[in-house]
């Protein structure tokens, strides 16, 4: 059993079905890092119409799912108020390795810095100790 289940996190993001991209959180150290499972499943509304034939995760929605769970660790960290928080940027994304139905997105999320007014996380998304994605993201984080 993880640190939160689907209900937790629903309860802490503004996300829900069909756009909730995490499953799972595993690991969390407040100000720090988090570890989170999206399982992926054939049963997703996006294979339907992306490549169909040969399902790919559009990787737009892995930079989603680096984003939702940075979320989830800036909101459970101390330096964050409890208020809205949005993506100010995503920066040095880049896509390596294919993820398709039947895969565990394991994704990494780890602060770089806090300030004031934002946070600044560096991301990884693997499958099977592949790099599929990475990014670094910055959130504005209202005062």
């Known amino acids: 059993m993880g640190v939160m289940e689907a209900e937790d996190i629903m309860s802490l993001i503004p996300n829900h079905y069909p756009v909730l991209f995490v499953d799972r959180v595993d690991e969390l150290t407040p100000d720090a890092s988090i570890r989170c499972t999206k399982n992926v499943t054939v049963n997703e509304e996006y294979f339907q119409g992306h490549f169909p034939g040969t399902p790919v995760m559009p990787g737009v929605l892995i930079i989603e799912s680096l984003v939702q769970a940075a979320l989830i660790l800036i909101l459970k960290?101390?330096?964050?108020?409890?208020?809205?928080?949005?993506?100010?940027?995503?920066?040095?994304?880049?896509?390596?390795?294919?993820?398709?139905?039947?895969?565990?997105?394991?994704?990494?999320?780890?602060?770089?810095?806090?300030?004031?007014?934002?946070?600044?996380?560096?991301?990884?998304?693997?499958?099977?100790?592949?790099?599929?994605?990475?990014?670094?993201?910055?959130?504005?984080?209202?005062?």
């Open 77 to 143: 960290s101390a330096a964050t108020p409890a208020k809205p928080t949005t993506l100010r940027s995503v920066d040095k994304a880049k896509f390596r390795h294919l993820v398709k139905p039947g895969d565990t997105l394991i994704l990494n999320v780890n602060v770089i810095s806090w300030q004031d007014d934002s946070a600044r996380v560096k991301c990884e998304a693997t499958v099977d100790d592949d790099l599929a994605c990475s990014a670094v993201l910055t959130f504005a984080i209202p005062a």
